[in-house]
């Protein structure tokens, strides 16, 4: 099993991310779950998640990790065991959810879970439950943003994709169409590259944006992705943006540079590497070295 990743700062404004060594407490956890892509057809039941003691994290280079153009308040940064989330609370949903996948990874047999329970390392009094997301009357999915099917590679991995601050409100037929798609084609590139650094989220970009549930959990107008890899001649890395709405499309379509990312969610990505590398790779991309044409 790799290194995992080192702690970094709780709210990363164009700054390198530090590291420490931590050691995660044991969790113990029983709340009413659902399963994600059948929404409103499996009654929550009560679950327990017996989560082991995390092993010991060492410093890595933490490219998956972006950092925010300006301050913003209502974050909360939580480095879990298999990835990285910055929770926005006033949207109950996160700011970015990132982490780092290899080949060995992706070939892990952890079974996938079925619940969703809140995240116990959020330090709010009201988090998104499944009464959230119940007759919503939007087809709307628990959509996970780092996806389980990525996470197969450890018990402690999966348990941690379906707490609550890992989901965000998606439209059923992206969450299991395109979007799924996609989420495939980066654990190919995992495969074929031998590793990808992936952060990815919601965007947010209506004034007073739609909301479910009693906990005001917000609707995003959209979602992005951003993957980074390194073949024999280099780095390169892709963007993908893809409206919370229903659609069937080529994945080309939704493919953008990581700059047109940069610009929309507000965010800089891939900023450990050497800026004259990141200023290469960042504005264009070949959609034939990605296999999409």
Request: glycine content about 4%.
């Amino acid at each position: 099993m790799r290194k995992r990743k080192s702690r970094i700062a709780s709210n990363p404004v164009h700054t390198r991310p530090t590291g420490i060594t931590v050691f995660v407490a044991i969790l113990s956890i029983a709340v009413p779950l659902m399963l994600s892509c059948h929404p409103h057809k499996q009654k929550p039941t009560n679950h327990t998640f017996n989560i082991p003691v995390a092993e010991e994290v060492t410093p890595e280079s933490n490219l998956e990790i972006p950092v925010l153009d300006k301050e913003e308040s209502n974050l909360q940064l939580i480095e879990h065991y298999a990835f990285t989330v910055n929770y926005q609370k006033a949207w109950k949903i996160p700011r970015w959810v990132a982490y780092q996948l290899t080949a060995d990874e992706v070939d892990g047999t952890a079974e996938r879970k079925k619940h969703f329970i809140p995240d116990p390392e959020l330090d709010i009094e009201v988090s998104a439950v499944n009464d959230d997301y119940r007759n919503n009357n939007r087809d709307l999915d628990r959509g996970h943003m780092a996806p389980a099917a990525d996470m197969k590679w450890s018990e402690r991995a999966m348990e941690e994709s379906f707490f609550f601050s890992n989901v965000c409100p998606q439209n059923h037929n992206l969450n299991c169409g395109d979007w799924n798609d996609l989420e495939e084609r980066v654990r190919g590139w995992a495969k074929y590259f031998g590793s990808a650094y992936i952060a990815c989220g919601p965007i947010v970009s209506s004034k007073k944006p739609t909301t479910i549930g009693p906990a005001k959990v917000v609707v995003p107008d959209a979602f992005f992705k951003v993957i980074l890899v390194e073949n024999k001649d280099g780095w390169q890395a892709i963007g993908f943006i893809m409206k919370n709405e229903a659609g069937s499309r080529n994945l080309s379509q939704y493919a953008v540079s990581i700059d047109e990312v940069e610009k929309i969610t507000g965010m800089d990505f891939f900023s450990g590497l050497d800026d004259s590398i990141e200023d290469q790779i960042e504005k264009s991309f070949n959609l034939s070295q990605w296999k999409l044409k």
